[in-house]
């Protein structure tokens, strides 16, 4: 089990390193074609990694209904959501194909705060475990 | 998820400090895969922004999560009783968390030292060098490697 917590937390550090890349986007560093791509794919294999492994070791050593990791997991929908939200914004060719990027009410900026906070609940709920 | 077992069976006060190296680790790993994402191009294509780039997100994002993982791992360490420990009774798992982070900050200050006078440099004459930008790229992805294996260390925790 040592093994799937490890390739867990590394999934962890991948869905952060997306957080930093695009909080350095946001703050005025260079979007290039080569740095989203990058953000995004960790963002991907983060994602799934955390859900899939994580779910295996909550099976393992506690309950799926356990408060902290429902919280987890409805914090993790949230990220996604935002995430998704977010790279859209930066990419609206993605979202829509060619032609003009679709008005929105939010930044793109707003998307990532939005996700970055959620990451942040995450890894405080992973550590303090609340009603575990 | 699985960072809960690194918290596992630990008492309340030591939650916070863990956290708050977890966070510091993982902001710092992020930016150094950032910073080797911007250097990367700046060294093949001799790009000055590029190099900029990676450079400021070592000063401005490496280096302060660097010593927020480190200054936190030392409240870890002092919270669990390690720090009271002679030298040959630190778990192996410890030394080598030790071990990596002085080695990687001392990179990462070269790192920082060789971006600043290249920088310098590339703004006086108008032209980035590529070796400059190509040893902090070698050091910071040498740093990320070392870096997996301390991740490695802080969850299967050999020796």
């Not at chain 1, 390193?17 to 991907?44: E, H």
């Not at chain 2, 002092?78 to 410890?94: H, N, Q």
């Not at chain 2, 080695?103 to 030292?113: E, M, Q, Y």
Request: glycine share 10%.
């Amino acid at each position: 089990m040592e093994y799937v917590l490890l390739f867990h937390v590394l999934f962890a550090f991948c869905l952060v390193g997306t957080v930093v890349m695009y909080t350095a986007f946001a703050l005025g560093g260079p979007a290039t074609k080569q740095a989203l791509f990058v953000g995004d794919r960790l963002w991907d294999v983060g994602g799934l990694g955390t859900l899939v492994l994580g779910i295996w070791l909550a099976l393992d050593d506690y309950s799926l209904f356990d408060a902290w990791i429902l919280i987890a997991l409805g914090l993790w929908l949230v990220a996604t959501f935002q995430g998704m939200q977010a790279r859209f914004a930066y990419q609206p060719e993605l979202a829509e194909g060619p032609g003009p990027p679709r008005a929105t009410m939010f930044s793109p900026t707003t998307f990532h705060w939005l996700r970055t906070v959620a990451i942040l609940l995450l890894l405080l709920d992973m550590i303090f475990k609340p009603w575990a | 998820m699985g960072v809960t077992l690194l918290a596992a069976n630990r008492l309340g006060e030591w939650e916070l400090p863990l956290f708050v190296h977890v966070l510091g680790a993982m902001v710092l790993v992020g930016a150094l895969v950032l910073a080797v994402v911007y250097l990367v191009p700046a060294w093949r294509g001799g790009s000055l922004e590029g190099a900029t780039s990676g450079f400021r997100v070592l000063l401005y994002a490496a280096l302060p999560s660097f010593i927020v993982m480190r200054v936190a791992a030392e409240w870890v360490a002092d919270k669990e009783g390690y720090s009271d420990l002679p030298d040959d009774a630190i778990p192996d798992w410890i030394g080598i968390g030790y071990i990596i982070s002085d080695a990687s900050g001392l990179f990462l200050i070269i790192s920082l030292v060789i971006g600043g006078f290249a920088l310098r440099r590339a703004r006086r004459d108008g032209g980035m060098g590529s070796a400059s930008t190509r040893l902090a790229t070698v050091l910071v992805s040498i740093m990320l490697v070392a870096y997996l294996v301390a991740i490695w260390a802080m969850t299967t925790k050999p020796g």
